[in-house]
């Protein structure tokens, strides 16, 4: 917390670190597309990559940025999308005809009356886009005092994207839409990212004169562009030093090359924090996973999103680990093996062909090969305790909901009935389980 004298001072540390600069803009997120080239039921910003819908890369971005306010435009299956993202800091705006990118843009004026600052727009379903790009592009376009100033980036295959049209003297003229451009204009491997940054007001004047595409039959929001210059405004442009963050997602084959990159990414990023991954090309990690360093992740291993795991652990060969899992330090979680919001203490072993589900697991505890919590009854999800250093034979069967004590010892093959409570210390044998006091 800042004490009230020392504002001052903050706000000129953040003029020359350019923190100030970066804060006073509000942004737009085109969502409401249908992606009729996803051929889904899903809106197209939903489909999730690496655990998350792609959109929340994107809100990531204007979060981290600090965005006075992000307007999402939302059309096609809206109500999903409002419940599915997370509206923190999000005014959702409805665009009820599928109009185009300019349309979408101008369902936002109504909100930004008194706004005369810089707006920054962007699409959902570009997910790979990084946030010291977007500071970049921020920063461009205030130290050169532009109109608007357009993201592009130079791609080995322009197929699909608007392209930038540049003069001979290399300065921008348009940005040209696939379906309309020259057999010159489409050569131009230099894209349109679908990122900018506009004066708002400049904006809202220019989407006034922007007229329907006839071969579309939409208002396209890059038509701005070439209505600006030749209104003698200023539009610049930034080229992104990384193609990579270019990738809009408009097809299944863009969907799995996004979520192979964001993929990578994670992975990295365990590795980086002391995690060793045998084999990253056969692991899957999503996004809002911790691991403690020292643990080892065996080969064909999948990790949900939020799963927490802790030091010094062994995962895999062929594990499979659900979300809402906490794995504590030094635990062993072998081959053909699924996890399901459960907890594991410190120093359990789960080494073969085993699954745990809903279940609470004290420390030092054995879980025998073939073990199965059966915790669903058709109906509804029922939980297993098993306290601290109980050992389950191979093959047993806890029909839940059912308790383990401390330290008892449940026999190979064993069916265990639901409501069973397990005395800690006792000996269980037999089908159904009996249960002998030790
Ligand atoms: C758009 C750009 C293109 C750019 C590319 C980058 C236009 C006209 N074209 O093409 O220059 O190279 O992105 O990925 O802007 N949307 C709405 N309402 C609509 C239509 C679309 O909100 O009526 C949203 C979509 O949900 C999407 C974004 O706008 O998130 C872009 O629409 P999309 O149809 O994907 O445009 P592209 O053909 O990819
Ligand atoms: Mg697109």
Redo the contacts with the bound molecule.
């Keep these: 917390m800042v004490a009230p004298e020392n504002l001052d001072l903050v706000v000129q540390v953040r003029i020359l670190t350019g923190q100030y600069i970066m804060a006073n803009f509000r942004s737009i997120i085109l969502a409401a597309?249908k992606g009729t080239r996803m051929k889904s039921d899903v809106p197209k910003v939903l489909h999730p990559i690496c655990g998350r819908p792609m959109i929340e890369y994107v809100l990531d971005i204007t979060r981290r940025l600090s965005s006075l306010k992000t307007y999402v435009v939302t059309g096609h299956g809206a109500e999903k999308v409002k419940g599915a993202i997370s509206s923190d800091g999000v005014e959702f705006v409805l665009q009820p005809r599928l109009l185009g990118t300019a349309d979408a843009v101008r369902r936002v004026e109504g909100r930004l009356k008194s706004f005369r600052g810089t707006l920054l727009i962007l699409?959902g379903?570009?997910p790979l886009l990084s946030k010291d790009t977007v500071r970049s592009l921020l920063a461009k376009h205030r130290q050169s005092k532009a109109s608007a100033t357009v993201l592009t980036a130079l791609v080995d295959n322009p197929q699909g994207y608007g392209r930038i049209v540049r003069d001979r003297a290399g300065s921008l003229v348009a940005i040209r839409e696939q379906k309309d451009a020259s057999v010159k204009e489409s050569l131009a491997n230099e894209i349109n990212v679908?990122v900018y940054c506009f004066e708002s007001y400049r904006l809202f004047e220019a989407l006034k004169k922007v007229r329907l595409n006839t071969k579309k039959k939409e208002f396209y929001l890059t038509d701005c562009i070439e209505l600006l210059l030749a209104a003698g405004h200023r539009v610049k442009t930034l080229i992104s030093d990384d193609a990579q963050v270019a990738l809009?997602?408009?097809s299944r084959g863009d969907l799995a090359q996004a979520e192979a990159v964001i993929r990578k990414r994670i992975l990295d990023k365990h590795m980086q924090n002391g995690v060793t991954i045998v084999d990253p090309i056969t692991t899957y990690i999503e996004t809002d996973v911790k691991i403690g360093a020292d643990t080892i992740i065996y080969p064909c291993t999948v990790i949900h999103s939020n799963v927490r795991i802790g030091t010094r652990c062994k995962i895999g060969p062929f594990a499979h680990i659900r979300s809402g899992s906490r794995i504590g330090n030094t635990v062993e979680i072998g081959n053909f093996t699924e996890v399901s919001r459960t907890t594991m203490g410190a120093g359990t072993l789960m080494k073969h062909f085993s699954f745990l589900g809903d279940a609470v697991v004290g420390a030092k505890t054995n879980i025998g090969a073939g073990v199965v919590t059966a915790n669903f009854d058709g109906v509804t999800k029922h939980k297993t305790k098993i306290d601290r250093g109980a050992f389950i034979g191979s093959d047993a069967i806890l029909v839940a909901p059912v308790t383990i004590g401390s330290k008892a010892l449940v026999g190979a093959g064993v069916v265990v009935t639901k409501h069973t409570k397990v005395p800690a210390g006792a000996l269980v044998r037999g089908v159904p389980a009996k249960i002998f006091k030790k």
């Design positions: 597309g699409c379903d570009t679908g809009g997602v408009n």
